[in-house]
């Protein structure tokens, strides 16, 4: 098995053993004996348990917003069927998975307390911000119309998509999928009237 197998194994080991238990998977044994390794091999591999959940956490992340990504592009150039697709896609029921938040959960109460999380937090909000950003601006670019204020309009629309995410994986017998893409298209709607303007 190659260097890079290895640390894939590693990695996935990782995000099984946070989404089943949340912070009592955050043991370098548990993620060992997940992979069926030595606990040595982790530290080979990443030098610490730190530098592995900060790797596990860049890989969940940038998976999501490739998917995201993929099915908000099969828009092609409509602005407007972009951003739905997207929106679909953010409450997918893949997505909406109690076990998934267990491992959120513990990649951001992380970010207070080691530098290491902390950075690739910034990291993977920062591209996920820019995605929705050009998303924004390609809708409000649609039609001609006077200066909005992108940054503002991405932070609110992220902090939406993020609140409802949470709120869909905690109680969804309640608040459905459905409920959370209306509200969505309902903050769309509003930033096309101008809500940034």
């Known amino acids: 098995m190659t260097n890079r197998q290895r640390q894939a194994e590693l990695i996935s080991a990782t995000l099984t053993c946070l989404r089943n238990e949340g912070y009592k998977g955050l043991s370098i044994r548990k993620i060992a004996d ?37 099915m908000s592009e ?59 950003s050009a998303l924004l601006t390609d809708v409000w670019n649609k039609e001609p119309r ?5 940054r503002l309009a991405s932070i609110s629309f992220s902090s939406l998509l993020d609140g409802l995410w949470v709120e869909s994986c905690l109680n969804s017998n309640v608040f459905k999928a459905d409920d959370a893409i209306a509200i969505c298209n309902a903050w769309v709607k509003a930033f096309r009237g101008g809500m940034f303007a």
């Open 146 to 150: 006077g200066e909005c204020d992108i």
């Open 34 to 70: 997940t992979a069926q390794v030595s606990v040595g091999l982790i530290n080979h591999h990443f030098g610490s348990l730190e530098k592995l959940v900060s790797v596990a956490y860049e890989s969940m992340a940038g998976d999501i917003l490739a998917s995201l990504k993929q």
């Open 74 to 132: 099969s828009g092609h150039d409509d602005a407007d069927k972009r951003i739905a697709l997207f929106i679909e896609e953010s409450f997918n029921p893949s997505l909406l998975d109690p076990d998934l938040l267990n491992a959120w959960i513990v990649f951001w109460g992380m970010t207070r307390y080691s530098p290491e999380i902390d950075k690739t937090h910034s990291l993977t909000y920062a591209k996920y911000l820019e995605f929705i």
